[in-house]
């Protein structure tokens, strides 16, 4: 689980950055050139620090990003984020080693963040400090827990960065229900809200899709009927869109874990695998497709049963209004008969 949420949360922090920025930073536009662009330097990174051999082995998602400030020179700033699912007591090192490997390489000013997704309350430390015979060492860095965030000041939050903390809230829903089945309805519940919020604001296009893609991915339903409620409930907000962008992430990190283990066709696996999914969703929204309709004949047969009796009730002589509140229809109905 740890593993997904990392490629998970890589994908959106690209999607997202501007947004993640004016999020840590209420005047971000104003420390910021945001119009010369961000630079994201994944390879200086994995020269730096290379990719753990174990795949299931807990990986911090690290993000390295370049970008101007509003100082009207040619300065440039690295920032550092990392976002992790599960602590660990070795945090604060890892999180200077990082400031010191890139403070040397880069020779720039770096500013850190650790957002931290993990569902407990409990404070983390917030520096890392060595001191050995007078010499004294202590890095502090920014921290932004999650679990921390009221959920309603989220949803009021226009930024959004905040649809996206919400989502990763997701993962705690439900935690203090020891019913199987009520647990999963109150994760349906949370995330159909956080779906008609998205498609509600008035976000461009692709930041939606990322957000409604990670919403998906990031906490799975126990039950197959929620998921493919929440699917075609989805799909009738989106107009039945097709939201790919963290798909085709989680294809390539597929992709690239069956070329570790020396599989010739590990992409084309991996696209099978999704065409699967992608299959049952179809089939499950054609099955709720097909309910629908046939509720809808039964509650229009209901309805001209109603115009019939009407009808023969007014032939008799009994009052338009009487016949309109007996069968639950408007005196403009019956009168038209």
């Known amino acids: 689980m740890a593993k997904k949420h990392d490629y998970l949360w890589k994908g959106l922090v690209e999607d997202l950055f501007e947004d993640l920025l004016r999020f840590l930073y209420p005047d971000a536009d104003g420390l910021f050139d945001l119009g010369r662009g961000v630079t994201f330097l994944d390879t200086e990174l994995e020269q730096l620090f290379p990719p753990e051999e174990d795949e299931y082995a807990l990986k911090v998602v690290d993000k390295l990003a370049k970008l101007y400030t509003q100082a009207g020179t040619e300065e440039w700033m690295l920032f550092h984020f990392e976002i992790q699912g599960l602590y660990r007591s070795d945090f604060p090192g890892r999180m200077f080693r990082y400031y010191i490997r890139i403070l040397d390489k880069y020779g720039r000013p770096i500013t850190a963040w650790a957002i931290l997704t993990e569902g407990v309350r409990k404070a983390r430390p917030d520096s890392y400090e060595r001191s050995f015979l007078g010499t004294h060492l202590t890095y ?90 929440f699917e075609i409930n989805k799909r009738s907000l989106t107009g039945g869109s097709n939201t790919m962008g963290i798909e085709e992430l989680l294809l390539e990190t597929a992709t690239k874990r069956g070329e570790k283990r020396g599989e010739k066709k590990a992409h084309a696996k991996a696209q099978r695998l999704i065409e699967q999914e992608r299959a049952k969703v179809e089939q499950a929204q054609a099955k709720v497709e097909q309910e629908r309709a046939k509720v809808e004949q039964e509650r229009a047969k209901a309805y001209a049963d109603k115009l019939e009796s009407a009808l023969k009730f007014k032939k008799m002589g009994i009052p338009v209004a009487d016949i309109a509140e007996g069968l639950q229809l408007s005196v403009e109905e019956v009168e038209k008969l």
């Open 140 to 229: 502090r860095y920014n921290v932004l827990k999650i679990s921390e965030l009221d959920d309603e000041a989220l949803f009021a939050d226009p930024n959004p960065f905040a649809l996206a903390v919400l989502a990763a809230k997701t993962a705690f829903v439900g935690r203090e229900i020891d019913d199987r089945q009520q647990r999963d309805k109150a994760l349906l519940t949370a995330k159909q809200r956080l779906v008609r919020a998205m498609i509600g604001r008035n976000i461009p296009k692709d930041k939606v899709r990322a957000l409604v893609n990670f919403l998906t991915y990031y906490v799975n339903f126990e039950f197959k009927e929620n998921n493919d409620i």
